[in-house]
Structure formats: C-alpha cells, structure tokens
C-alpha cells in the first residue's frame, strides 16, 4: 500500500483514500483540501460541481480527524466526494435544474447522504443535472451547462452528467447519481468511469424525489454509485443499501456467482431491433467477448432466451412517462387497473429474465449507441436524431438500452472498455439477475483487474 508521501490522492479510489486515513498517513482534512484544490483547478470550464460546500465539508473532515480511532471501521473513513445535485442536503439547494426551485428550504439530508456521511464520508458538495432530470444532456438555466472532459462541445451524458464529469477530471473518487432512463449509466459510459443501476429498491429514495414532494419511490426509479474504480461501486453500494430503520426485514444480497473470469456464462448483446450501435461500440463489445473467451469464460451470443425486447420497450416507455408526468399539468393519467396491467407485464417480464439468468451469469450490452454526442439545442425529443454510422436514428430509441435493465429492476454496472476511433470513452452495462448486484459488481472488478477497462 502506498504511503502518505506516494499516494496520490488525485488517482487513489475511494477505498485506498478511506485506508490511508485509517492508517494516519494522511488527515481526512488533507485529503479534503486536495480535493477542493482539484476542483478550484479543473472545474473552471467544465462544470461539474456546481453547489459548493467546502466550509461544511472542511469541519467534518477536522471532525473525522478529531474523532479517528485506531483501526476505524467506518468504510469511506475521510472520502471526500460529491453527489447528483438532486439530491437532498441540508442547507443546500435541490433545484433538478429548475429556477423555480432555487429558494426551496431543504432541511433534512437525504437517508443515502446520512448513510455516506456516517460512513465516514465528507461531502464537498453537489453535481450539475438538466432540467428534471430529463435528458442525456446536462445542462439547465440555474446551473448552466456542463460538458464532457474529452470534447468540450460534446454531452457528458445525463441526466448525472455533472456526477460523471468530476469523476473523469478526478475531482473526486466517488459520487453518487441517480437511474430511470439510463442517467447513471450512459453518463458513465460517455465520461469513461463506473457506475451502479442497483436493483430496484434496495437503496431507499427518501430525500431524492421531486423538489417540495416526500412520497412513495418513484416507480423504476434508483439512486447508485459512481465511481473512477470498480471496487469503490461495492463499498459505497454496501453503505447506501438496505430498508429504512424500523423495517421488519434486512437486505441479504447474495455473493458473486463467481470469482474468476473463467467461470462466467455471458450473454453478449451488440445490437437490438431497430436500435443499432456504431461500428466502435460493436468493435467493443466483440473486443471485450473475445478477450472473456480467452480467460476462460463461456461466452454466447444466442437470443433466444432474451425476452421480447421490443414488447418492453413499448411497456416500459408508458410506465415511466406515468411515473414522470405524474402531477404534470396537462398530463393524461392511466386508471389504477391500467397501471395494474403494466405491472403484471413488469412481472412477467422479471420472471423470464430470471429464467435467462439460470443458463447465463450476466448480459454484456451496449449503455448507448454511439460515445458522446455533440450537444443538441433542439428541446423537443421527438425532433432530435442521433447519427449512427451516419445514418439518422431517433434519439428516443435509446431508452431501449436503458429499458433492458430498467423496467424488470435488474442491476447493471457501467463499464468503460473501451476508445473510440475519435478517441472517446465507451462504456458497457453488465445486467445481473434481481438482487445479484454483486455478481455485476464482482464481474465489473475482475474486469478491472484483468486489464480488459480502460
């Protein structure tokens, strides 16, 4: 393990930085101080962090310090880090990039920021989102735009855009987004890190729901980890997961299926119908096959379990227009058995995907058609295109990626894999069956480990 004069904390994950704490070879207010010199540094035109906390975060970290037992058993012991500016911190805004918003008093830190705060966590502050979280484009009229570090006219994703940028300029080691539409992971895949759709409802949403609302999770809806280090994804997920207090049940995820390459079953997916990738990110994905197949792994490209992908997309559209537009002026709402009947499709839908899951451990599959795409002023989604090969697709159809994981509540991890011939980071989801996060995750690590991320 490095030392205090040899880590680098500007690399480090998130993990090495909580040990060294641990350690003494460093105070959790040095590492708090690099990393808001890091932001004061990079951040100028890219964006990211655009609510600021260092005063708050500097005490808590001289707190940690104060308070630091040998052999600390607090996981993110001294992490600095930042989250989706969605979601709710005491004192701080939570706008989802909306004016009207701005002045809201937020009172109570979201039950994920207590978890990580007492987790040792130091929060610096929060990361750029678009309007209502709508868009893989990040940009709003309160916050401005936030662009991707690799091409400063192209989108870093969205809708944890701003989340996926500092991590990619190493502003911080660990972040904290959120996933109905791909907003985890096809930011993470456009910046080249990790991320985490975990599945549906083992991290509580309180504290994350429209600005002024506190209600039931929204449908399909997570919140998930994003990291610059697989192994960080894990840790984090551990911290935020599990039932408000006073539930009568705990979380028991089950281990990773397996703990070598050699002896993972994978189905791999380079293309759907109507919904094609780009000759790079299919490049990827056979890249990536092929080099699982020389470690040893069992690795097919046969469909013929993979449910009706078209049938789910157009479910799953209307379920999470529902859930978006509720409360919406002018929206057309569904009768309680119309949301019934999406429901039971929903079910069936996991119930064939968990037949799948018993012949293959994971599902590798593009987050998106193409890397990072030139920002689009058109506001109207109907309107805009996405260029694929240089043919025009609507740009819409990729919710058909996201939709993959989403709608059955599947987890998937974010894994960058890959450059593009423009030298753009690609990124590919690893989907698990329900509640197998860790054999995601645990995939994503070994990945990692082998060399075969980038």
Known sequence: MATKERL???????????????????????????????IERTDGSINAVVVRDFDRARAAAKHIDKTRQPNDA?????????????????????????EVFRDLPVTEDALLVKRLKAAGAVILGKTNAPVALADWQTENPVYGRTVNPYDETRSPGGSSGGAAAALATGMVP???????????????????????????????????????????????????????????????????????????????MPAARHAALAKYRVLVLDGLP???????????????????AEAGATVSNDTSLLPDVTAIHQIYVKMLNTALSRGTPGARPIDAHEWMELMDEQMRVTRAWR???????????????????PYKTEPDWGNRTLSVDGRMQPYGAQLTWAGLATFPGLPATAVPVAKSGEGLPIGLQLIGGPYEDRTTLGLASLLEEAGLTV
């Open 274 to 292: 109507d919904v094609p990738a780009d000759s790079d990110t299919r490049a990827a994905v056979s890249n990536l096959a092929d080099a699982m």
């Open 8 to 38: 680098d904390l500007g690399s480090a994950s998130a993990c090495e930085t909580a040990a060294a704490v641990r350690r003494g070879d460093v105070s959790a207010l040095e590492v708090c101080e690099a990393a808001i010199a890091r």
């Open 74 to 98: 607090r996981p993110l012991l001294g992490v600095a880090m930042t989250v989706k500016e969605s979601i709710d911190i005491a004192g701080l805004p939570t706008t989802w990039g909306m």
């Open 174 to 252: 660990l972040e904290v987004g959120s996933d109905i539409g791909g907003s985890i992971r096809v930011p993470a895949h456009m910046c080249g890190v990790f991320g985490h759709k975990p599945t549906y409802g083992i991290i509580p949403l309180k504290g994350h729901g429209f600005p002024g609302t506190d209600g039931v999770d929204v449908p399909l809806g997570v919140v998930g980890p994003m990291a610059r280090h697989a192994e960080d994804l894990g840790v984090a997920l551990d911290v935020m997961a599990g039932p408000e207090a006073g539930a009568a049940y705990r979380l028991d």
């Open 355 to 373: 037949e799948l899951f018993e012949t293959y451990d994971v599902v590798i599959a593009p987050i998106f058609s193409t890397p990072a795409f």
